[in-house]
């Protein structure tokens, strides 16, 4: 594992990042949940999965990490108790752990709803070499599932040339970027700060493009 | 563009049929402006029905379609995930 330095100003930040992402990727899959139940489509299906379960993981590093720096913030650097650096130091693994594994099955749901059908068998035999590749390279294996959908978004926006399609191909990039970024943590505190930007932009972007639905529906 | 068109598009395209038609179609203008023959007509008129998006109504011995609020709603629900998947790239 690499090492991450986080400035320390930014200590509970990015928790609030993480959750504030989390709940704009609910909405999209709300949306995403309304699109599956009009076309009862597998591929609709997937990528309302992907969603939740990108969602549920922010969330989960978002709660963990809030309570690691909470006990941080009330019991100082890990010198205190012994069961309580234990407690915090549990709960932060589960976290990240969860969060490994569950944004992994949710970019590889979001990447299979882009294939065409005919090609959806083949993923699964793509995916088993990426999975045992293991989680050091977490963030690498995000950026190459994410790859697909953000490969997929600008040949979108290319044809259609629409501020809502910028806004996700936006999105989906700068989501992309937070993983490239976080893989490069080791070298300055600074990226660490830029990469979890980088995250609650695209689901800002992400918000924008919902707002703009939302409003230009009638 | 996909060659066939979709249930869930063939039903928008009946109810923005009859909403042309200033809310209220014969069965004949739907078969026409809708292009399907007259089973697949039939069917997706009752499924319509059945959803309760349209209306069956009789007028001067003749049967009229007209587009319930329900099916107002719909399309109103269709044009936002409509624009929602558009702008994924993920067709409906």
């Known amino acids: 594992m690499v090492d991450v330095l986080i400035p320390y100003r930014f200590y509970g930040v990015d928790s609030v990042f993480y959750i504030l992402s989390s709940i704009i990727g609910f909405l999209v899959s709300y949306y995403a949940y309304k699109l599956y139940g009009m076309t009862g489509r597998k591929s609709h299906l997937y990528f309302y999965l992907g969603f939740v379960l990108l969602s549920m993981s922010l969330m989960t590093i978002g709660l963990a990490s809030t309570y690691g720096y909470v006990n941080f913030f009330e019991h100082g650097q890990p010198s205190g108790q012994q069961s309580i650096i234990d407690t915090v130091a549990f709960v932060d693994d589960f976290g990240y752990w969860i969060y490994y594994i569950i944004s992994l099955a949710a970019y590889g749901l979001i990447a299979l709803s882009y294939l065409p059908d005919k090609k959806k068998t083949m993923f699964t035999p793509i995916m088993i070499p990426l999975w045992y590749t293991g989680f050091p390279y977490f963030n690498i294996l995000s950026f190459f599932l994410l790859s697909y959908a953000i490969f997929n978004a600008i040949l979108n926006f290319t044809s259609k040339k629409n501020l809502n399609s910028l806004l996700v191909m936006a999105a989906f990039s700068l989501i992309g970027l937070y993983h490239l970024l976080l893989f490069f943590t080791s070298f300055s505190k600074i990226i660490y700060v830029a990469a979890h930007l980088s995250l609650l932009l695209g689901f800002l972007s992400l918000l924008a493009m919902l707002m703009r639905v939302s409003r230009k529906g009638g | 563009m996909n060659p066939r068109r979709s249930k869930i598009h063939i039903y928008v395209d009946i109810l923005k049929l009859i909403n042309r038609k200033n809310g209220r179609a014969k069965p004949t203008h739907i078969l026409y402006g809708a292009n399907l023959s007259h089973i697949r007509l039939k069917k997706y008129l009752a499924q319509l029905l059945e959803n309760g998006f349209i209306q069956r109504i009789s007028e001067d011995g003749h049967t009229y379609y007209i587009v319930t ?16 998947s558009e702008a994924f790239g993920i067709f409906v």
Do not use: N, R, T, V
Request: avoid cysteine; charge should be neutral; glycine fraction near 6%.
């Open chain 2, 69 to 84: 609020q329900k099916g107002y709603e719909f399309l109103h629900e269709f044009k936002k995930i409509e624009q929602f």
